[in-house]
């Protein structure tokens, strides 16, 4: 049977494999390059983070991640119609699979005895990194370099995390708690448009 966390990222890489599918969509990507946009978006974080933590790549040990992209390219080649007349759904998704993906980046982290510190870079890598990926295949600006809160809501997952750790909370209500932190942070930014100051500077002669 899979753990708990497995199946957080059972589910995070289908959600983020539908946020990657679902704009690959919109840029009329043939269905190969919409999986590959899907996979890139799903495991990329993950990656990163195994690779940094010098570990075996996740998804590397376990075909269900690809298949779980796989049966994403099923479900938006069905019902993209459905999904694309719903204007949100590229944010849902894409939000679900921060907050799990974060959770179980700092999960993993701590589970290799790194400090909390570490493990709220780590998670943050876990749940923006794919989505940075994806927006580099799509030719978009990635979200984490707009002003809206994207990586910081990862952030504040990892610190809750931490809290809900120190207060000595069981597992499960720790992971629930920290993704919900993730999840709604992003959700109450959007809503009530919330973001970090602009930096703003002088543009150079050569490019007015």
């Not at 390059?33 to 040990?61: E, H, K, N, Q, S």
Request: proline share 3%; hydrophobic share 55%.
């Amino acid at each position: 049977m899979p753990t708990f966390v497995q199946v957080l990222e059972f589910i995070g890489t289908f959600a983020f494999a539908i946020s990657g599918i679902r704009l690959a969509s919109a840029k009329q990507f043939d269905w190969f390059g919409a999986y590959v946009v899907g996979v890139a978006t799903a495991i990329g974080g993950g990656t990163i983070r195994d690779l940094m933590l010098d570990v075996t790549p996740f998804w590397m040990t376990n075909s269900i991640y690809l298949t779980c992209s796989a049966l994403a390219l099923v479900g938006v080649i069905l019902f993209g119609k459905f999904l694309i007349r719903q204007q949100n759904t590229f944010f849902l998704f894409d939000t679900i699979g921060l907050a799990l993906f974060t959770v179980v980046g700092v999960e993993k982290t701590l589970a290799l005895h790194f400090p909390l510190w570490v493990a709220i870079i780590m998670g943050t890598i876990t749940g923006a990194a794919g989505g940075v990926i994806r927006d580099v295949f799509i030719n978009e600006v990635p979200l984490i370099f707009r002003k809206e809160i994207y990586a910081i809501a990862c952030v504040i997952g990892g610190l809750v995390y931490g809290l809900c750790h120190w207060l000595g909370l069981a597992m499960t209500v720790t992971e629930l708690v920290s993704g919900v932190s993730v999840f709604m942070a992003r959700i109450l930014a959007v809503k009530y448009h919330w973001a970090l100051p602009v930096l703003k500077g002088d543009t150079p002669s050569g490019n007015k």
